[in-house]
């Protein structure tokens, strides 16, 4: 699918320059040796397929943790197969709730807390909410909302209930369309960026951004529709769909080309940064357009709020919290601290909460544990900022370890320094110093001057732990390829990008059901720019800056991607036709000619991958 070259002639050092081979109408890119394929495993011997996974350099990943490919035919009999895949697939199921989980309660909140201890207000560079700043009600629906806003991108229409609300959630959707849609959309990037540093899996990633956009802008919208019909707004709706054609046009021109140059990927991020700037613009002239409307006529005047993203929604922001705090004073002990911090249950939500929900708790709490006890997390909102003592200097000394040992998939952390001591040793040496003069220098009621230190390790631990899950989601949806002869873009398109939108998708269908489709439709359309324009963008990179090379160079996996493309581009023209045709107006009829539509581009991507559908050779 890539290949990276050193200039317009010429491979770069150890480029592929062998004859292609081709399955199921999937063009591969040919090995070092020019001849030997990893998908020829299955039409070997049984005896033969363990000596050819670990002697073929096309079976061999260049990162991760866990050979998936030698574990399948080297250590499960070939009458266990069936249940070495079905082990592989509740594994997969696992990072995507690992990438889910970090990128939610720990990626995002953090990256939050830099962009307020950088002095970045909610525009990025100008404030345009007065008043104290933005604080979270617990328990009620301004914390519901305030969370959403924390957790999606552009354009949810969230970012403008601060004048309805009695606490502002947040001052302008730039600090969206940067910081925290970075949060949300981490999984998909990351997993972008692990595909792109190997050309055997860059299929995966365009299948994977494309697969996303045509998941959410059909299944996702079109299930909003159906849950609540609604009156999308206007502008914002305008707007983003534009962004995103342009954003597809540009990645649809590339695979047309065959190459992305340095001057190519940075027009991608350039392309972003565009965006960012007209919704900071747009926002400032629609904030100014309403103060001037509710100057010289009344409140609620319906040409400004015709096309707005506020909904109607109660002013109430009582905070039961309150009622949990204890009547008398009690000071706890610094083990009684340490245990309820890193306890990932909440007992009274846990009895007043579904079975379902009970049992899903279950299965996240692993995964909630180990990371709150390897990432710490700064709340601006708290008082005492989320300050832990006794956890955080425990962080001090695990959170630097986590981070040698996930870099380049512990490559560093395991290396001699003299032929001695390890790296790792090392830094748990200075980890549990410094550790040790912050315990006794602080206290646990009151957080120090350099708290905010910790939201910049605690990114960098959540970074590394969603960067070393992608890795791992990376390898096993290759290895699947391998055992199943699928390619790489649909199994982007279908279980990549299942994957990575399945959370946002809940989340929006949850938002509808609670009378807000408008903010859950602009929300769906929002992160996926960000995902495509810095995915790619950023993806080829850095691949070009880690070889060296002048551009990368893409080979289309057959005519499945550009069913891919296509299927994309006419999902956004038809909604770009349909919706001001309605006047704006969704209803149910909309939303089940959306889901009709995905469901006959997964028919034809279907057909197109197993060679139903096919072009003609001459």
């Known amino acids: 699918m890539v290949e990276t070259v050193s200039g317009a ?3 770069f050092t150890g480029a592929h320059t062998g004859p292609q081979f081709s399955a199921l109408g999937v063009n591969q890119t040919p090995m070092e040796d020019g001849s030997i394929q990893c998908r020829e495993v299955c039409g070997l ?34 009458n266990l197969l069936p249940l070495a895949i079905t082990l592989y697939a509740f594994w997969l199921l696992y990072l995507f709730l690992i990438l889910g989980v970090t990128a939610a309660k720990f990626f995002c909140p953090n990256l939050s807390a830099i962009s307020t201890v950088l002095k970045l207000s909610h525009n990025v560079a100008v404030s345009f909410c007065p008043g104290p700043a933005p604080r979270r009600v617990g328990g009620g629906l301004e914390g519901r909302l305030g969370d959403h806003v924390a957790a999606h991108g552009p354009g949810t229409g969230l970012d403008r209930l601060g004048p309805l609300l009695c606490v502002p959630l947040t001052c302008s959707p730039p600090h969206g369309v940067t910081f925290l849609a970075f949060g949300n959309g981490a999984p998909d990037i990351f997993s972008a960026l692990v595909a ?9 990633a365009f299948g994977a951004l494309f697969g996303a956009g045509v998941l959410v802008t059909t299944a996702v919208a079109g299930g909003i529709a159906i849950l609540r019909p609604f009156t999308a707004a206007s502008r914002p709706f305008l707007r983003d769909i534009v962004f995103y054609m342009v954003a597809v046009y540009l990645a649809f021109t590339a695979l047309y080309l065959g190459r992305v140059t340095l001057a190519w990927a940075l027009a991608y991020l350039g392309l972003y940064v565009f965006y960012v700037v007209t919704v900071v613009l747009c926002t400032w002239i629609y904030r100014w357009q309403r103060k001037r409307s509710l100057v010289y006529s ?5 040409e400004m709020l015709s096309d707005s993203e506020e909904e109607p929604v109660s002013s109430n922001s009582y905070d039961y919290s309150e009622e949990y705090r204890p009547l008398l004073f009690y000071q706890e002990t610094t083990v009684q601290i340490l245990a309820r911090a890193l306890n990932p249950l909440d007992y009274r939500k846990w009895r007043s909460k579904s079975v379902c ?11 909630e544990f180990l990371m709150l006890l390897t990432v710490p ?5 708290k008082e005492d900022g989320n300050w832990k003592r006794p956890l955080n200097c425990l962080h001090l000394v695990i959170s630097p370890l986590v981070l040698i040992l996930t870099l380049q998939s512990g490559a560093y952390g395991v290396y001699d320094i003299g032929g001695l001591v390890p790296v790792w040793v090392i830094v748990v040496i200075a980890g549990t110093a410094v550790a040790a003069v912050t315990f006794f220098a602080t206290s646990n009621s009151e957080p120090p001057r350099l708290h905010w230190l910790f939201a910049f ?16 989601v990376v390898n096993i949806l290759r290895s699947l390829g391998v055992v199943f002869r699928l390619s790489n873009t649909v199994l982007g398109l279908t279980l990549l990008a299942w994957g990575n939108s399945i959370g946002d998708a809940f989340s929006d269908f949850t938002l509808a059901r609670q009378g807000y489709p408008r903010m859950a439709f602009s929300a769906c359309f929002g992160g996926i720019i960000l995902n495509l324009l810095v995915g790619v963008g950023l993806g080829c990179l850095l691949q070009i800056s880690r070889s060296h090379v002048a551009e990368v ?33 969704l209803n149910k009829v909309y939303g089940f000619c959306l889901l009709l539509f995905y469901v006959n581009f997964l028919v034809v991507a279907l057909l197109t991958e197993f060679g139903v559908i096919h072009l003609k050779s001459a």
Request: charge should be negative; proline fraction near 9%.
């Open 377 to 381: 997390v700064v709340d601006p909102d």
């Open 457 to 472: 390790l605690g990114f960098l631990t959540s970074a590394l732990w969603i960067n070393a899950a992608a890795t791992e």
């Open 298 to 302: 009344m409140p609620g005047t319906p």
């Open 553 to 585: 160079k893409l080979e289309p996996d057959g005519l499945l991607v550009w069913v891919l493309a296509g299927a994309l581009g006419l999902s956004l023209v038809c909604s770009l036709v349909s919706v001001p045709l309605q006047c704006f107006q």
């Open 45 to 78: 011997n049984v005896s033969d397929r363990c000596d050819f996974i670990r002697t073929t350099p096309d079976c061999h990943s260049q990162g991760g943790y866990l050979n998936y490919l030698e574990g399948i035919f080297c250590h499960f009999p070939p």
């Open 196 to 204: 792109f540093s190997d050309p055997r899996t860059a299929g995966l």
């Open 357 to 367: 929900w009970r049992a899903l708790k279950v299965v996240k709490l692993p995964v």
């Open 9 to 11: 002639r010429g491979p």
